[in-house]
């Protein structure tokens, strides 16, 4: 079966330090990959989007995405992270077949002083 | 540019009763539409999703149904709601060559 996996439910770094959230996927075909971002009682926000070009794809506020075929992954990662990184994250994956588009559960980003 | 809009934004029913959530969008045309439903720590569920008109694809089987009368309209509906219908529902589109979806403000149903 098709779909998404968030390795982390919550995730708690200090400010200044790396940030680390883990999607694995499972398709079937080529997938199309993005990560979106949802500060509390806000709307949706694209962050940065893989559809088969570069590998390494960079997105909005230092964050950047490596696409692994080989391991079937899509982590998110930012050297430095902010206090106004903290917020819920969700890596999701267009299932271009059928253009199906699920979403990972979410893992909820903390930023300690 | 491309809007959507989704209404009603809070809608208060009793069990048992219909439901109907609408969403239209503008500035665009034969977009694929996509209704899920947030719940805390489980994500966006996938509840439908058309990629044309009268193509619906359902995924989550429950006494949810959806409809897509016009190339732009995407209807969620229900004959008699259940507690576990209560939720924030969301209507997005794509553009079919990048996936990027774009979503509606959101419709909170509380079912009491």
């Known amino acids: 079966a098709q779909s998404v996996t968030q390795l982390d439910s919550h995730v708690s770094v200090s400010e200044g330090t790396p940030v680390l959230l883990r999607c694995n996927y499972s398709?079937?075909?080529?997938?199309?990959l993005f990560w979106y971002v949802q500060h509390p009682n806000k709307g949706l926000q694209l962050l940065l989007k893989y559809t088969s070009a570069a590998t390494l794809v960079k997105g909005i506020n230092g964050f950047e995405a490596e696409f692994k075929k080989s391991e079937t992954s899509f982590h998110l990662t930012k050297p430095s992270a902010h206090m106004s990184d903290a917020a819920e994250y969700f890596c999701?994956?267009?299932?271009?077949?059928?253009?199906?588009?699920?979403f990972g559960k979410g893992t909820r980003l903390h930023i300690l002083p | 540019s491309q809007t959507i809009h989704q209404w009603p934004a809070t809608l208060v029913q009793p069990v048992g009763s219909p439901l109907s959530l609408e969403c239209t969008v503008e500035g665009t045309s034969n977009p694929n539409l996509y209704w899920y439903r947030q719940a805390a720590g489980r994500g966006l569920q996938l509840l439908f999703y058309s990629v044309g008109i009268g193509q619906i694809s359902s995924e989550v089987p429950q006494n949810l149904s959806a409809s897509r009368p016009q190339d732009r309209q995407f209807i969620l509906s229900s004959k008699k709601l259940l507690l576990s219908d209560s939720g924030f529902y969301l209507c997005?589109?794509?553009?079919?060559?990048?996936?990027?979806?774009?979503f509606g403000e959101g419709s909170r149903l509380t079912v009491l």
């Open positions: 997005a589109w794509s553009w079919r060559s990048t996936g990027e979806l774009f």
């Open positions: 398709s079937s075909y080529s997938p199309s």
């Open positions: 999701v994956v267009n299932l271009n077949r059928d253009d199906k588009i699920i």
